[in-house]
């Protein structure tokens, strides 16, 4: 069911350098992976170090076909609370499923891994739609999702996309069918951590998560991933400098777009 409604609260801006968090709020990454991605670098002693750097209050650790480090993580003091997520992918594109218990097998078709995800009472996230650059859901897939309530969070921040078009098609796809929205850093690397969040209201558990969305204030820039092979005298690999419509370089710190009510 399509749902045709004013601009939620949380559709009003891409805000970078974040501005003070409102008391009795929490910054929520609800994307980042860590060492046990197998291509990510970022240990849990990085992930710790950049947790308080950043004023992180609550991960989502999100690796591929793992939830191991989140798991551990989860069992011991990071600085902040976790949930323990896992990304997965299927043979029409990737899911995150949050709040799990249990690793999810990869290549399982959607409606399986859907059907596994809220057996543990878990939410299920779609992370950068429609980034052509990686395994988002196919777009059919994704509109069949949303239309039979099998879809609980789209991410409508990507701090990995480099055209913030696609960020904003993601935003209307929550706005079009009414779902609350994500914010992930994708953060493969200690630097990305935190590079976006959602600012929220305080929550407890899935049902209050999804809740608190609805409320929370974008906040995020633009972060490739850092250079993946330094050498002796320094980086051997840096990712191409992303540029904007008008061929212009990308400055980094800024978000590149900015929602303003």
């Not at 045709?4 to 910054?27: F, I």
Request: proline share 11%.
């Amino acid at each position: 069911m399509h749902h045709e409604h004013a601009d939620p609260p949380w559709a009003v801006g891409a805000l970078w350098p974040p501005p003070p968090t409102p008391a009795g709020w929490v910054r929520l990454d609800c994307h980042v992976h860590t060492l046990a991605s197998g291509d990510a670098r970022t240990t849990l002693d990085e992930l710790a170090e950049r947790i308080e750097a950043v004023r992180l209050d609550v991960v989502c650790i999100t690796d591929h076909h793992s939830i191991e480090a989140a798991r551990a993580v989860a069992a011991r003091d990071l600085g902040a609370r976790v949930i323990v997520g896992e990304e997965i992918r299927t043979p029409a594109g990737e899911l995150i499923g949050l709040f799990l218990s249990e690793r999810i097998p990869y290549v399982l078709p959607v409606a399986d891994v859907v059907r596994r995800i809220r057996a543990q009472g878990g939410l299920v996230y779609a992370p950068h739609p429609f980034d052509p650059e990686r395994a988002g859901l196919q777009r059919p897939v994704l509109e069949a999702l949303a239309a039979a309530g099998e879809l609980d969070i789209v991410e409508v921040f990507n701090a990995k996309i480099a055209d913030q078009a696609h960020n904003r098609e993601a935003v209307r796809l929550a706005q079009r069918f009414g779902l609350p929205p994500g914010v992930g850093s994708d953060a493969h690397d200690p630097p990305g951590v935190g590079a976006a969040y959602l600012e929220v209201p305080d929550f407890d558990g899935p049902t209050a998560m999804l809740a608190a969305l609805r409320q929370g204030r974008v906040v995020g820039e633009y972060r490739p991933h850092a250079p993946r092979y330094p050498g002796p005298n320094g980086p051997t690999h840096r990712s191409a400098a992303p540029t904007a419509h008008d061929d212009t370089p990308h400055r980094p710190g800024t978000t590149g777009w900015t929602w303003r009510a």
